[in-house]
C-alpha cells in the first residue's frame, strides 16, 4: 500500500467524526477508512477518509485554531448543476456564502466552488476576454456557468 505524500490534515475541537461523515456523504468516491481513538490522549480521535479519491484526515483534539481563508478546498465543478449540488450540499445546516464561488460549511472550512471552464476562460491569452470574465465573476457570490460563459464571448447585456 503506497502512503499520500501530502495529505490534508484538519483539525476540529470535537468534530473530526462528524466532518467526516458530512463530506463523505456529499461526494462521490468517498468513504471514511479509519477512526482512531488516541490512547493517553483524552478524547482526541483520527479520522481518516477519503474525498474523490483523496485522502484527508481529521483530527478532534479540543482547542486548536479557527478555519479561516488562508487555505481552501477547491472544488472543480464540470456544469452549473455540479456547482449547484456542491454549493447547497456544503451550505447545509448552517453554512454561510462569501463571494466569488467561496462558501464557509459550518464546520469553518472555506471551500471555493468553481466550474473548471472558468479557469480556462481567465487564463486567455486575450486579455479583453479574461477581464471580461474575471469581472463578471466579482460580482458573483455562487458562480453563474452561463454569465461567465457570455461574457468570455462578450455577449453579456448588462
Not at 50 to 64: R, Y
Not at 86 to 102: H, K, M, P, R
Request: with cysteine.
Amino acid at each position: 500500500m503506497t502512503i499520500q505524500k501530502i495529505t490534508p490534515f484538519l483539525w476540529y475541537a470535537t468534530e473530526a467524526e462528524e466532518v467526516a461523515a458530512f463530506y463523505t456523504a456529499i461526494f462521490p468516491d468517498s468513504r471514511i477508512t479509519r477512526v482512531t481513538a488516541v490512547p493517553s490522549a483524552g478524547a482526541t480521535k483520527v479520522v481518516d477518509f477519503v474525498l474523490f479519491g483523496q485522502p484527508f484526515i481529521a483530527m478532534s483534539s479540543g482547542g486548536g485554531d479557527p478555519f479561516n481563508h488562508a487555505i481552501s478546498l477547491l472544488v472543480n465543478c464540470d456544469d452549473q448543476a455540479e456547482v449547484d449540488r456542491y454549493w447547497n450540499a456544503l451550505l447545509e445546516g448552517g453554512g454561510s456564502t462569501d463571494a466569488c464561488g467561496w462558501l464557509k460549511d459550518r464546520f469553518g472550512v472555506s471551500w471555493q466552488i468553481c466550474p473548471s471552464e472558468l479557469l480556462r476562460m481567465m487564463a486567455d491569452p486575450d486579455p479583453v476576454k479574461a477581464t471580461r470574465v474575471a469581472e463578471a465573476m466579482m460580482k458573483m457570490v455562487k458562480l453563474d456557468l452561463a454569465t461567465l460563459r457570455s461574457a468570455y464571448a462578450g455577449t453579456t447585456t448588462g
